[in-house]
């Protein structure tokens, strides 16, 4: 994920403020250069904040760790009712608000 906020489209304020006290899915998926899966993270927590600056920061569950996603809200969805479970740790999130995919591309092999 970078940091240029350059190419980004234009920062919903108001859905930024809807969001506040929501719970979100993550999941991450790493490809390197082949367009291979290199790894799979998947996580969640509560938007704490959500700004033009500091993305969308999440208060992740289970440390309150926070980590902060791109100030892009077109990857954010909202998560169909029902139970979801985390395949790294079988943990179950019941009823989360909303949903978040990335693709990271890696330029390695």
Do not use: W
Request: aromatic letters at 8%.
């Amino acid at each position: 994920m970078t940091n240029d906020n350059s190419q980004l489209p234009d920062f919903d304020e108001a859905l930024a403020a809807a969001v506040i006290g929501k719970s979100v899915l993550v999941g991450l998926t790493y490809v390197n250069r082949d367009n291979e899966t290199t790894g799979v993270e998947q996580f969640h927590g509560e938007v704490v904040r959500a700004n033009s600056q500091a993305g969308i920061v999440l208060r992740l569950s289970g440390g309150g760790a926070e980590f902060a996603l791109p100030p892009d809200f077109s990857h954010v969805e909202p998560a169909p009712p029902g139970d979801y479970r985390l395949r790294s740790s079988g943990e179950v999130v019941k009823n989360p608000n909303f949903l978040c995919t990335y693709v990271i591309h890696s330029d390695r092999k």
